[in-house]
T-cell receptor, first 115, second 113 residues
Framework: DTAVSQTPKYLVTQMGNDKSIKCEQN?????MYWYKQDSKKFLKIMFS???????INETVPNRFSPKSPDKAHLNLHINSLELGDSAVYFC??????????????FGAGSRLTVL | AQKVTQAQTEISVVEKEDVTLDCVYE???????LFWYKQPPSGELVFLIR??????QNEISGRYSWNFQKSTSSFNFTITASQVVDSAVYFC??????????FGQGTTLQVKP
């Protein structure tokens, strides 16, 4: 069983479309995250939820909207996609909320390509 | 603000060579954690190690070893007798006091047969 699973793994879409990426963790963790990795491999946090509550909201365009229906799921919806949104999006989870030394367990990533 | 610097963008070695990946960090916190993650060509991020700033003992796990030096704010990673399977991007990371895990720029290691 995959600990943190993301779907879809690949997403190719046109500018202006709306898309969603789903994430589920079966580790019983309380905290989930979305990270973005750009073409230069730079990783940056976007959002974090602890027990369905938003605790970290980085400076990202409001076209990005996370939703956590329960603590095992964290979805990312992106409206009006732009070329610059092309990246790999990683979901992750940890046992507890930041700041802490908890280890993050990452999903396999979802590669979004906007044409 | 916290910062992590991995000055080596790319390293290429031949199999069986030893290689050290550098990580220098900045923090004003007196206690903190440091992490290393590996991203193989398949793309997933794999946790390698977590080190508490209280513990300055070096750690060894098989061919991997980590040298934590608080005095120089460094947390370097050495692979002994490298193998082709070690080819990956390696990230050093430090949690900020606002909860964000701050990653270095990553070092791409290529191990040639």
């Amino acid at each position: 069983d995959t600990a943190v699973s993301q779907t879809p793994k690949y997403l190719v879409t046109q500018m202006g479309n709306d898309k969603s990426i789903k994430c589920e963790q079966n580790l019983g963790h309380d905290t989930m995250y979305w990270y973005k990795q750009d073409s230069k491999k730079f990783l940056k946090i976007m959002f974090s939820y602890n027990n369905k509550e938003l605790i970290i909201n980085e400076t990202v365009p409001n076209r990005f909207s996370p939703k956590s229906p329960d603590k095992a799921h964290l979805n990312l919806h992106i409206n009006s996609l732009e070329l610059g949104d092309s990246a790999v999006y990683f979901c992750a989870s940890s046992q507890g909320p930041p700041p802490s030394g908890y280890v993050l367990t990452f999903g396999a990533g979802s590669r979004l390509t906007v044409l | 603000a916290q910062k992590v610097t991995q000055a080596q963008t790319e390293i290429s070695v031949v199999e069986k060579e030893d290689v050290t990946l550098d990580c220098v960090y900045e923090t004003r916190d007196t206690t903190y954690y440091l992490f290393w993650y590996k991203q193989p060509p398949s793309g997933e991020l794999v946790f390698l190690i977590r080190r508490n700033s209280f513990d300055e003992q070096n750690e060894i796990s098989g061919r991997y070893s980590w040298n934590f030096q608080k005095s120089t704010s460094s947390f370097n990673f050495t692979i002994t007798a490298s193998q082709v399977v070690d080819s990956a991007v390696y990230f050093c990371a430090l949690p900020s006091n606002t909860g964000k895990l701050i990653f270095g720029q990553g070092t791409t290691l290529q191990v040639k047969p």
